[in-house]
């Protein structure tokens, strides 16, 4: 990436960490991100049989505090969060009241009583900071939403021995049980990740920032970059925002109804999604297992008996089962175990429709 492009780019405030290291860096979400920085094979693969670091700054924090928020929060998304409570964290949808697609997929952690960071994608930060708006009308306390995320930085430490070598750094962050939240020191960790591997994530101050990384790799932590971690997700079959979620796909057709909690009450799109609901589908997100290391990209056709049926989202090559696998939008009554192909400029690669995830951990 040339040096003017970068300077258009947000940076991480691990930056000049990256650079150092020979990373090759792209544009990502309006962010200048590490792609790799030994190769994105070696990475996967350092995930899913070590422990890997990887920056994932460019994720949004927003801030929602005061008596209010929890409120807020419940109008806003999907998810009940009656179903955990302080210390927590949870998966949940942000939906468009018109047609309930998927704004984005969110991640809320329930840091204190009356305190929450919601971690949106990227790019969707406005987008969430906008909607809260909408939800002053739905309770009658009041809260506070900021956006912190130029104030910090977020670690991903994953893989199966990440909290035995991250216990080199902090014991009580290694500590830290799956979906749980716990402030360790001037870190706020979450039991959380997107590789299907055990790990946490870690919410540093700018500042500290460079330190902890320092100390992560010095535990002998492999840092890794954004490749690793998109086939790492496609291999758990994991949504990506822009692929399989997004304008157009509501929780319904990505195969994420369990997100949504009907007997909650209202909530942001709730009747766009009753609707869809009870009308039926028209299109389900399945996995194909692809014969052969070709992968088939997004927007590739999937054909069964030569006619075109649906459209692959996100495809690669699998390290770990050697072979390439896709998700993709097919009719619903297309069942698990049907034989499809994917037509990738005219030559058609063989598979068959697979249950998620594609790589059981």
């Not at 109008?75 to 309930?100: F, K, S």
């Not at 192909?341 to 249950?355: M, T, W």
Request: hydrophobic share 45%; aromatic share 6%; net charge negative.
């Amino acid at each position: 990436m040339s040096e003017e492009a970068q300077t258009a780019l947000r940076c991480s405030p691990l930056d000049a960490r990256h650079v150092a290291l020979g990373a090759r860096l792209v544009p990502f979400g309006g962010w200048a991100m590490p792609l790799q920085y030994t190769g994105v094979l070696e990475e996967h693969r350092a995930c899913r049989e070590h422990a890997v670091v990887f920056d994932v700054s460019h994720l949004g924090t927003v801030e929602f505090s005061g008596p209010g928020a929890r409120d807020a929060l419940q109008w806003l998304l999907t998810n009940d969060l009656r179903r955990i409570g302080p210390g927590r964290a949870q998966y949940t949808h942000l939906l468009d009241p018109d047609d309930a697609h998927v704004v984005d997929d969110i991640i809320v952690w329930w840091v204190a009583p009356d305190r929450f960071f919601v971690m949106p994608n990227a790019s969707n930060t406005d987008r969430l900071a906008a909607a809260a708006v909408e939800a002053a009308g739905h309770t009658s306390d009041g809260f506070e939403v900021v956006d912190i995320t130029a104030s910090r930085a977020v670690l991903a430490v994953q893989g199966p021995e990440a909290r035995k070598l991250l216990a080199a750094v902090s014991d009580d962050a290694a500590a830290v049980a799956r979906f749980e939240v716990a402030s360790v020191g001037e870190w706020t960790v979450a039991g959380t990740g997107y590789t299907g591997e055990d790990g946490v994530e870690i919410h540093v101050p700018a500042a500290a920032a460079p330190a902890a990384w320092d100390a992560i790799l010095a535990a002998g932590i492999t840092p890794a970059g954004l490749g690793a971690r998109d086939t790492l997700r496609l291999e758990a079959g994991l949504p990506l925002h822009g692929h399989e979620l997004g304008p157009g796909i509501t929780p319904l057709q990505a195969g994420l109804g369990w997100v949504v909690r009907w007997d909650k009450g209202d909530f942001r799109g709730r009747d766009a999604l009753a609707a869809e609901r009870e009308r039926g589908i028209a299109r389900r997100l399945r996995g194909i297992s692809i014969e052969g290391r070709r992968p088939a990209r997004e927007g590739a056709p999937v054909l069964i008996n030569g006619a075109a049926v649906g459209v692959v989202t996100s495809g690669n090559f699998s390290p770990t089962l050697g072979h390439a696998i896709a998700l993709a939008f097919v009719p619903p009554d297309v069942e698990i175990g049907a034989s499809v192909q994917c037509d990738v400029r005219g030559q058609l690669l063989d598979g068959r429709l697979v249950k998620l995830p594609f790589v059981e951990h």
